[in-house]
């Protein structure tokens, strides 16, 4: 184990940065060879951070403003083909626009960084959060995670880099975090010193698939039937292995910057002896683990999970923490309509990795916060109130409630 | 305790600046050990020109990080403020962000006690004719000065980020202590001037500092809007009806959108001369916003509630003294100028002239007339004539 001493000249002075120009900052200390633009809020404070720092002579990058998101997203996936660190981003219908892109850079098996400034899905036109943009690249071969402050909105594009670049794994790596709440709030962060991303953060290197002129190869060609099923077994086991290597990545990155992520996947707040927990993705963890804290004080054994990653799924990670759970409320900024029960997206992938479990929790799923209604800490106090009735049965037929609607 | 302080600026003109207070109260609370962060209001992006818009900053002694973001950092607006910036004192008659929000009062989250803080050159009791009463005490302090107007990507460096951020301290150095804010300026600056403009607007301020009683104020007359539930409205999305069609000569005759009338965008007004008017019909064509309505004696009246302030009729107007913009807090109503004038033209004209008073916006081009006019100084005419000849020559 590390001493604090040895972790203290790895950070540089604290900035004052808003999620975005966090993002942007470690884009910089990543040194990201290219950089594909193209404008759609909340992201769109990124690309206006970044150039800023390339303007400045900070960061040696080309800097490319598209003509859409799916030119963006192809510009990244040709840029990763010849062996350059590259980085986009997007929000909300943007995003969808460049999904046709998205899907084949993960079938190509290359790996930029995606920032995903959470935003509602057009019509009607709304800026604030909701995460079914990100959510859509599920089933895609992609690495999916959470940020849920600017400070680990910075790290995770080091560790995005670090993972999606490793030889074994090679996917690429979308980084998510809620418009507004994160993405347009200033705090002051931490900034890690380029000697000590650059320890961290070992130059990209695509092996015999770097297109080149030294090594001209075609990337991509049709295939038919007798090949796909094969490529597809790739993706699989990539996305598995991914899982296995996740760990290694949090390890290489504590053992540097000091103890800051205990588990990889999800931070557990309070869950030891809970009896009831909570688990939700990005910014709402902040009313929630303030609700925690009060109704602990009031001796109700609550906890809270938030899930950084979603693909790959911690599975045996999240199966053990909620196993010991009595009851689980899954809260969902996002929706699934016509799914079963129909719930979220996210509280479904909870209850598969709960089913095979002998002695269930309780699971029920909350719909909240869409389009960036505020979740408020009593509106979580309410949240752990429901799930303990649906832990002592007292669940109704309706598995999913509302939060936060006008009824 | 969490200190909450909201900056209520002009959406483009002070953009950066609400956000560079906001920021700046973070870095200077953290350096006093306290722990804070700022957001804007993030409903109101994209700004539009002179919209009001609000940036915030939370600091807190006592609480941790998280337990101040949980309480202040999932949500959009706040149910109170301890300090209230406003960077224009145009805003007092009221602020209407964005459709659905209506016209609200400029104090309205100013807490028992908390401070209403206005950049202005006008006094208290000026102001006070359009700040909404409240049901209880708080302070009313002045930063004595124009509103800073800059653009987009830029900040007009006149001192106001300085000025505003050692009035806070003045009115409550709960959030920031004036040494803390010299201090941080020397050391970010290194220019002793800022330093100075923040601790002479922290005198000031403390001299500007009154107490508002209950009662004192104007009254409101605008309907808060409530939202409607799920099931109030037709599926299918936002559909909202088309204003319909209509147009009749004469005073508010164009139909218009009344869930948005965006008049509280703006710091000036267009006062017209109708006396002088050509009917040359350029304010009416070029208007933005269609806020003149013809009139059947070949005028054109404007619509105050809707009319934003953007210059556009002034800078186009051929006749000189037509059109001129004016401060927005020499009016009172949002009544017809053409009802006044053909009601009665001689006391028209007196009243329009008071209003006017002596100063004059120069517009970069005035179209109809040949002559350049450079922004800023007056350009005595015998000058300008030989500049003139001077480029004819050339």
Known sequence: ?407 | MIKRVEVQYRGIFQKNLGKFIGGDIVQIASRMGKVAFSNGRYSDSPERNGIPCKYFAFVSQELSEEELEAECGAKLDIDEADVSVVVDDTMVKGVEPWAWHGVRPVNEKVREKGCLLVVSRHGHDQLLQFIPKKAFDYRLALVEGEASFAGMWVNKDDLTRERVLGAIAAVDPGIISIEAVESYLLDRTKQQHRAEAARAAYNATLRSLRVVRPGEGAEWHHEIPRLPTWREFEAGGVVVPAVPRGFKLGPRGQTRNEGFKRGTSKSHRPVIRFDLCTKCTLCWYDCPDECFDPTDDGLFDVNYEVCVGCHRCAEICPVPECIVMVDELRFGNDDSPWEHHTRDPQGYIKWAEEKKGTDRIHYAHVTGTGVEVRQGKFVPPKQDKGGAAARAKA
């Not at chain 1, 899905?121 to 849920?148: I, K, Q, T, Y």
């Not at chain 1, 053992?255 to 009896?275: H, I, K, Q, S, V």
């Not at chain 1, 007292?394 to 509302?402: A, F, G, M, R, Y």
């Open chain 1, 1 to 407: 184990m590390a001493t604090v001493a040895e972790h203290t000249n790895v950070w540089a002075k604290d900035a004052l940065l808003n999620g975005c120009q966090a993002v942007a900052q470690a884009v910089r200390l990543a040194n990201v060879d290219v950089i594909a633009a193209y404008p759609i809020r909340p992201y769109t404070e990124v690309m206006d951070a970044l150039s800023k720092i390339i303007a400045d002579g900070e960061l040696d990058s080309e800097f490319i403003v598209a003509d859409s998101e799916h030119s963006q997203f192809e510009i990244v996936k040709h840029a990763s083909s010849v062996g350059a660190r590259a980085f986009a981003g997007s929000s909300g219908t943007g995003w969808m626009y460049g999904f046709e892109a998205l899907v084949v850079t993960a079938t190509d098996r290359l790996c930029p960084l995606f920032l995903v400034g959470n935003r509602a899905l057009d019509d009607p036109g709304a800026f604030g959060v909701e995460h079914n943009d990100a959510l859509a690249l599920r089933d895609m071969g992609w690495l999916l995670c959470w940020a849920s402050t600017a400070q680990e909105a910075l790290e995770h594009v080091l560790i995005g880099y670090r993972l999606a670049e490793d030889s074994r794994v090679l996917m690429p790596m979308a980084l998510a975090m809620d418009g507004a709440f994160l993405t347009h709030s200033q705090h002051m962060v931490k900034m890690p010193t380029q000697e000590a991303v650059n320890k961290f953060l070992p130059p990209f290197n695509l092996g015999k698939r770097r297109m080149h002129p030294d090594n001209p190869v075609s990337i991509a060609p049709q295939v038919n039937e007798d090949w796909v099923m094969e490529l597809r077994r790739q993706n699989w086991e990539a996305a598995r292995r991914a899982r296995q290597i996740i760990p290694d990545v949090y390890k290489s990155f504590n053992d540097l910057f000091g103890p800051r992520y205990a588990n990889p996947f999800f931070d557990e707040f309070m869950c030891e002896d809970a009896e009831v927990v909570l688990v939700g993705l990005g910014a709402v963890a902040m009313p929630a683990r303030t609700a925690v804290r009060r109704l602990r004080e009031q001796g109700k054994k609550v906890g809270y999970v938030n899930l950084r990653w979603f693909r790959p799924f911690p599975t045996e990670q999240l199966r053990a923490t909620l196993g010991r759970a009595k009851g689980v409320g899954v809260i969902d900024r996002d929706f699934a309509h016509g799914s079963p029960d129909n719930g979220g997206i996210v509280v479904h992938d909870v209850r598969s990795c709960l089913y095979p479990l002998a002695k269930r929790p309780a699971v029920t799923n909350f719909i909240g916060g869409l389009g960036g209604r505020d979740m408020s800490i009593d509106d979580c106090i309410r949240m752990f109130e429901i799930t303990f009735d649906a832990a002592a049965g007292k669940q109704s037929d309706d598995l999913v409630t509302w939060i936060g609607l006008r009824e």
